[in-house]
Each structure stands twice: as C-alpha cells, then as structure tokens.
Nanobody, 111 residues
Framework: QVQLVESGGGLVQAGGSLRLSCVVSGSIFSFYDMGWYRQAPGKQRELVAQISRLGSTNYADSAKGRFTISRNNAKNTMYLQMNSLKPEDTAVYYC?????WGQGTQVTVSS
C-alpha cells in the first residue's frame, strides 16, 4: 500500500523559510513524477512544483525563484525548500505521486 506523509509545515514570518518533506512508503517512488500542491481557504488546490522521476522540474509562476523542489530516490523522499515566504503562500501543502496524495501540512506565513 502506498502512503505519502508530509512534514515540515508551520508558522513563519514573511521573508522566512520552511522545508517540506514528503516520505513515500512502498517501492514505486523512483518510477513516478511527483508534485507539490497547495490549497488556501476558499480556493482550489493548485500546483506549486513538479519533479520528474529523472529530476526535471517545473514551477508555478508564484513559486519561481523562491521555491526549490527536489527528490532523493534512495530515501523515497521529496522536498520543497521555500524561501522568501509571503502571506499569500499560506495554505495546506500536499504532495502527490500518481493518484496518491498525502494528508497535507499547514503552512502559515504571518505579515
């Protein structure tokens, strides 16, 4: 059974940084592209960043230049380094692998 578990969220002041992690159980991690998504209150879930199984990356315009997605296939873990955080980055952040989703981790950025 595949499970995704996010961690690393929290409360941070504007301009600060956080590093999210997503650990995947099971043996399929290295075979799939993965992504980070977020959902703010009253808004639809949106893509933040994607990383292919070989490491190619793609970012939403809102994340470019501030966020970095990476993965460690040996550790079945994906990361999202978030710098220069803004209040508008406040959301629940989810990781996704194929049809599987994590439970989400809350990121709150205070002004």
């Amino acid at each position: 059974q595949v499970q995704l578990v996010e961690s690393g969220g929290g409360l941070v002041q504007a301009g600060g940084s956080l590093r999210l992690s997503c650990v995947v159980s099971g043996s399929i991690f290295s075979f799939y592209d993965m992504g980070w998504y977020r959902q703010a209150p009253g808004k639809q879930r949106e893509l933040v960043a994607q990383i292919s199984r070989l490491g190619s990356t793609n970012y939403a315009d809102s994340a470019k230049g501030r966020f970095t997605i990476s993965r460690n296939n040996a550790k079945n873990t994906m990361y999202l380094q978030m710098n220069s955080l803004k209040p508008e980055d406040t959301a629940v952040y989810y990781c996704r692998l194929n049809v599987f989703w994590g439970q989400g981790t809350q990121v709150t950025v205070s002004s």
